[in-house]
């Protein structure tokens, strides 16, 4: 049984009111932290710890802290990014559902090292009930002295807040985040300068993902080295997985770093094998946007060495061979899968989310929709194939965010891997209803 420090008590009954929290340890950082803590020794903490970023980048967390600026008499702040928009990712409502003042215990602590008064946490508006479970755990943390003045009796005072999205899936990049923080239309910013300079209101600003700000609290409280050594190398400490698709037991699941991919997939402490017994076709490992592989460079990497899950072993080989761990969405095909299809509604996706800002990413992920649909329709040409190809490589790279890499990377690895099929939907048409559904 691999070692669970984020959601270990998830089961246990009220563990999302405050009182119950409180009897299994939550908010022992909190006063770890503000009582025998200096802010710089929370930030060395989360360093030492080789947390990344759980959101999809990876970046060291502790090193984007230290990036802060803290010019004297001007505001810092403290964003959660809870705008979890990325199809098949859905972790970070399981954690903030069930746990909720984990997520607010983060929140209080990170701030304290970041010297943060206010903080918001920015959730995505079909999150909508999810956003009163955060309000009323927020509530309980007030009346307990834990958010407001001099928390716990100490000099550090902090404002926490919810803020309900619109439902924008560009809005999980953290400076289109911002702009609709502060009111305005979700278009992403043109970088530099960055969040930690100018971010919300122009002041300095952190923008972290839910788990990684959950993350902190199980650090400061069995402290940063302890925490490096659960994983493997740089991919330190554990990882929330929601796992979807072809498999017998979907759902969010925490691991330790390091944890094989075919162990992930077959035992039966995580997703418990492929439904009705079928053959592995191929996986999404880190949501929509990353690389799709096929079974054999799913399992292993092109060395043949087993493929682990880790932000490392997923990448190696680059994006000819490898993938990403990003938001850690898991999507698992068996052999009844249709690649064409499933890319189809992909590029769907994509195309509508996309803000429209930059003329490659705008144009480009409206056309890929348009080649795609034609192809499952059944009017697909000789040479839809090579020009679905030209166009993503026209955006990835070419846009001020990465929705259009997102948009890009799923059409070129479907093609780099199953490239035959998408041929065999344009040669024989009439076949397309004989052809594999979509998961």
Not at 35 to 60: H, W
Not at 187 to 216: D, Q, S
């Amino acid at each position: 049984m691999g070692k669970k420090i984020l959601i270990h008590n998830d089961k246990v009954p009220g563990i999302n009111t405050l009182e119950v929290y409180r009897q299994h340890g939550g908010y022992a950082s909190v006063e770890k932290a503000l009582k025998t803590m200096t802010p710089e020794a929370v930030v060395e903490e989360v360093k030492k710890s080789g947390l990344r970023g759980r959101g999809g980048a990876g970046f060291p967390t502790g090193m984007k802290w230290s990036f802060l600026a803290k010019p004297p008499g001007v505001e810092r702040y403290l964003v959660c990014n809870a705008d979890e928009s990325e199809p098949g990712t859905f972790k970070d409502r399981y954690l903030m559902e069930k746990i909720p003042h984990a997520l607010i215990e983060g929140m209080i602590t990170s701030s304290y090292a970041l010297g943060a008064k206010t903080s918001y946490i920015y959730i995505r508006g079909e999150y909508f009930y999810v956003a009163r479970i955060l309000e009323n755990a927020i509530n309980e943390a007030y009346a307990a002295g834990l958010l407001g003045k001099n928390i716990l009796g100490t000099e550090f005072s902090h404002d926490c807040y919810v803020q309900v999205g619109a439902g924008a899936y560009i809005c999980g990049e953290e400076t289109a985040l911002l702009e609709s923080l502060e009111g305005k239309r979700g278009n992403p910013r043109i970088k530099p300068p960055f969040p930690a300079i100018a971010g919300l209101y122009g002041c300095p600003t952190v923008v972290n993902n839910v788990e990684t700000i959950a993350a902190v609290c199980p650090i400061i409280n069995m402290g940063g080295d302890e925490y490096a050594k659960i994983g493997v190398g740089r991919s330190t400490g554990t990882k929330l997985i929601s796992a979807s698709g072809h498999i017998n037991k979907p759902g969010v699941y925490e691991i330790e770093m390091g944890v094989p991919v075919e162990e992930f997939i077959y035992s039966e402490e995580y997703c418990g094998g492929i439904i009705n017994g079928r053959k592995l076709k191929a996986v999404v490992a880190g949501g929509s946007s990353v690389p799709i592989l096929p079974a054999e460079l799913i399992l292993k990497t092109e060395k043949g060495e087993p493929r682990l899950m880790t932000y490392e072993s997923l990448s190696d080989g680059g994006f000819a061979t490898g993938t990403m761990l990003g938001s850690g969405g898991f999507i698992v095909y068996d052999e009844t899968t249709s690649i064409v299809k499933n890319l189809y509604t992909f590029a769907r996706f994509y195309h509508h989310e996309s803000c429209g800002q930059c003329s490659p990413c705008r144009e480009g992920t409206g056309w890929m929709e348009k080649i795609l649909h034609r192809i499952v329709e059944g009017h697909g040409k000789p040479g839809d194939v090579d020009l679905l190809w030209d166009i993503q490589r026209k955006i990835e790279g070419n846009t001020i965010c990465p929705l259009g890499d997102a948009a890009a990377w799923p059409v070129a690895s479907a093609i780099r891997h199953f490239r035959k099929e998408f041929e065999d939907y344009i040669k024989y048409p009439e076949k397309i209803k004989d052809f594999m559904p979509v998961v």
